[in-house]
């Protein structure tokens, strides 16, 4: 299926979630056409800054309802373009929204689950933990700013939900990796989803192919953000990271 055209959507509402995450409810008739159930899906949106090229920022849809998506955005104590634009958005404001890009949701077929991530993952986090059955067992590991930041996620009851309270990032990512190898290890296929800041997500990466032997058919792994650099330089680090890894 082709890719639809960007199209500029109209803020709908705003929504604060915890003191660092703000939802903006997107809708209007540009959304006309949008695909359904599209909870999860990336999508790209411009955001005002200096100079004529608009700002691109990559972001999931939380949640797909007829005629509106919500978008949750991490307020940041040092605003970039994104959470500024989040943090003073009103209803009526516009902007131009791409994609949406492909859903990456856990591999269903397996005896166990675990996802992780930080902030910026838990709105797909959140969505994949809405749609396991009824009867997975796992993990979900999030790593949040403040205890405030805390949220009730609905999932299935016998997935334990642990959070990581950590008001400044680990230059070396070793947060996630270092709580997630604490973790009882059930017997059985895992299937493994995960997302964070680069550091964090290569040695991830490492711990769940080289240590755990998760087999690529279950196990998905993303960077969604790279500390000190902007979204272009982030995907260039991704893009050779790939390749040196041979993914």
């Known amino acids: ?3 639809p055209e960007p199209r500029t959507l109209e803020v709908l509402r705003t929504t604060p979630i915890t003191p660092h995450m703000q939802r903006i409810t997107l809708g209007g008739a540009g959304l006309a056409g949008f695909p359904d159930d599209q909870a999860s899906a990336y999508i790209k949106l411009a955001f005002p800054a200096e100079g004529d090229r608009p700002m691109t920022r990559t972001y999931t849809v939380r949640h797909h309802r007829a005629g509106e998506i919500d978008v949750d955005f991490v307020l940041h104590d040092t605003a970039g373009p994104a959470s500024t634009w989040a943090a003073t958005a009103r209803p009526g404001d516009r902007i131009r929204v791409g994609g949406p ?6 591999q269903p077929d397996a005896d166990w689950f675990l996802l992780a991530g930080d902030m910026t993952a838990l709105p797909a986090i959140s969505v994949n933990l809405e749609l396991l059955p009824d009867d997975a067992r796992g993990y979900a590991v999030i790593e949040v700013i403040d205890e405030s930041d805390i ?14 309270i950590n008001p400044e990032p680990d230059p070396t990512g ?6 997630i190898r604490q ?21 991830l990466r490492h711990y769940f192919k080289q240590e755990r032997n998760v087999p690529k058919t279950h196990l ?5 953000w790279k500390m000190g650099s902007s979204e272009d330089q982030h995907k260039l680090a991704k893009r050779a990271d790939a390749e040196k890894d041979g993914a």
């Not at 890009?101 to 856990?106: A, C, E, F, H, S």
């Not at 998905?220 to 969604?224: A, D, G």
């Open 220 to 224: 998905y792994i993303s960077s969604y």
């Open 183 to 203: 973790l009882h290890w059930p017997d059985g296929q895992p299937a493994v989803w995960a997302a964070c800041e680069f550091s964090g997500m290569r040695k």
């Open 151 to 164: 949220q009730s996620l609905a999932r299935p009851e016998h997935v334990d939900v642990q959070w990581i």
């Open 174 to 179: 070793g947060t996630l990796v270092d709580h």
């Open 1 to 3: 299926m082709a890719r």
């Open 101 to 106: 890009g492909p859903r990456k949701l856990i």
